[in-house]
Antibody, heavy 117, light 110 residues
Framework: EVQLVESGGGLVQPGGSLRLSCAASGFTFRTHWMDWVRQAPGKGLEWVANIKQDGSDKNYVGSVKGRFTVSRDNAKNSLYLQMNSLRAEDTAVYYC??????????WGQGILVTVSS | QSVLTQPPSASGTPGQRVTISCSGSSSNIGRNTVNWYHQLPGTAPKLLIYSNNQRPSGVPDRFSGSKSGTSASLAISGLQPEDESDYYCATWDGSLNVLVFGGGTKLTVL
């Protein structure tokens, strides 16, 4: 069974940093592009970033470029999102996901990040 | 303001057929396939339709998708109370180099 489990969320002050992790199991992690998607309270889905199988290609939504960094460790079947210079508008549930535009899309349960003083 | 435009709400009575539209442009829907997701409050989204019109196993054939030009649609026939959910379209935008979601449509079963 495919499982994606996010961790590392919580409350952080504006300007602070947080690192999210996603532990993957039940599929061949190293052969899949991986994504981060977020959802602000009461709002719709917003794609944040993705990373190629070997980490050689990464894409970001404009609002997080220069502040967020996506990375992966295929030996540990893990995906990461380093979030710096956090703003109130980054407050959201963050989902780890894969194959979002394919036939086998999978999502984690999500982790809440709250940016507030 | 989402790159893909969906109506914020839709409604129907049990047994009816409803459609949800997703309008984009030549850089996204016009050149890439569309997936549809549904999401219940407090839960992660789930895949409903992939590659414009394909249903994953387990999704009832009451759900169907289509695409024409720069627009896509999700149709739900024989509406049931459990279909009440938020629905999102998604595709890749080749000009922006980002994955884009529609703003979401809240479906109410009256």
């Amino acid at each position: 069974e495919v499982q994606l489990v996010e961790s590392g969320g919580g409350l952080v002050q504006p300007g602070g940093s947080l690192r999210l992790s996603c532990a993957a199991s039940g599929f061949t992690f190293r052969t899949h592009w991986m994504d981060w998607v977020r959802q602000a309270p009461g709002k719709g889905l917003e794609w944040v970033a993705n990373i190629k199988q070997d980490g050689s290609d990464k894409n970001y939504v404009g609002s997080v470029k220069g502040r967020f960094t996506v990375s992966r460790d295929n030996a540990k079947n893990s995906l990461y999102l380093q979030m710096n210079s956090l703003r109130a508008e980054d407050t959201a549930v963050y989902y780890c996901a894969t194959d979002l535009l394919g036939a086998t899309a999978r999502w984690g349960q999500g982790i809440l990040v709250t940016v507030s003083s | 303001q989402s790159v893909l435009t969906q109506p914020p709400s839709a409604s129907g009575t049990p047994g009816q057929r409803v459609t949800i539209s997703c309008s984009g442009s030549s850089s996204n829907i016009g050149r890439n396939t569309v997936n549809w997701y549904h999401q219940l409050p407090g839960t992660a989204p789930k895949l409903l339709i992939y590659s414009n019109n394909q249903r994953p196993s387990g999704v009832p054939d009451r759900f169907s998708g289509s695409k024409s030009g720069t627009s896509a649609s999700l149709a739900i026939s024989g509406l049931q109370p459990e279909d009440e959910s938020d629905y999102y379209c998604a595709t890749w935008d080749g000009s922006l180099n980002v994955l884009v979601f529609g703003g979401g449509t809240k479906l109410t079963v009256l």
